[in-house]
């Protein structure tokens, strides 16, 4: 059984919006140190998109900042990424991430130096094209 489920790709124009959701399986714990969305262009790196702490600070990577926002409900034990003005270079699979001892802050080159969170999803795809 996965861990955590995606959901919510899918394909939009230029501009447009997705929001995507992972849900962490039931009978498992919400409760992880850090958790992020990445992606992955075909023929590229995975690479990180934003992570959250479990006091709710963030960080984006840079590219990204002021059009997309990660958020979490605790109650449904869902973590969202809100995705907003979507550009073609923002098409790819996204994968949730959580790690229970990782700092959120040290989630992204934790994982582009090669390590692996405790647990991924299986992705979701997003796809942006006119």
């Known amino acids: 059984e996965e861990r955590l489920v995606e959901s919510g790709g899918g394909s939009v124009q230029p501009g447009g919006s997705l929001t995507l959701s992972c849900v962490v399986a039931s009978g498992y714990s919400f409760n992880f140190k850090s958790m992020g969305w990445f992606r992955q262009a075909p023929g590229k790196e995975r690479e990180g998109v934003t992570t959250i702490d479990n006091d709710g600070r963030t960080d984006y990577l840079e590219a990204v900042k002021g059009r997309f926002t990660i958020f979490e409900d605790n109650a449904k034990k869902t973590l969202y990424l809100e995705m907003n003005s979507l550009k073609p270079e923002d098409s790819g699979l996204y994968y949730c991430?959580?790690?229970?001892?990782?700092?959120?802050?040290?989630?992204?080159?934790?994982?582009?130096?090669?390590?692996?969170?405790?647990?991924w999803g299986q992705g979701t795809q997003v796809t942006v094209s006119s």
């Open positions: 991430a959580a790690d229970a001892d990782v700092p959120a802050q040290a989630l992204i080159p934790w994982v582009e130096s090669g390590r692996q969170p405790d647990y």
